[in-house]
């Protein structure tokens, strides 16, 4: 695997190597031993990923946050009326062109 392909399987898969393709992840790690770009790439591509919380431990990657839709719900429901709905007649939205 060279650099290049190491920055895309990163982009793929991200910067867990656990979550990768097991041949992939076979040869990133022999890559990772001999080139410190690509180690400097995993790491720039892990601290990323925890600022962002997608490697937040015990989260999977493909779910949101427990509660999320009844916070939203919540939201969208407690917001004042914004004045701008439905025409005179009622039947209608106002037409933008």
Known sequence: MTDEEFRDQLDRYGGDLALWPAPAARDARRL???????QAMLDETVTMELALGELAPGRAADRPPPGLADRIFAAAFHLPPSGQGFDEDGDQPPRLM
């Open 32 to 38: 990772l031993v001999r080139s410190l770009k690509a």
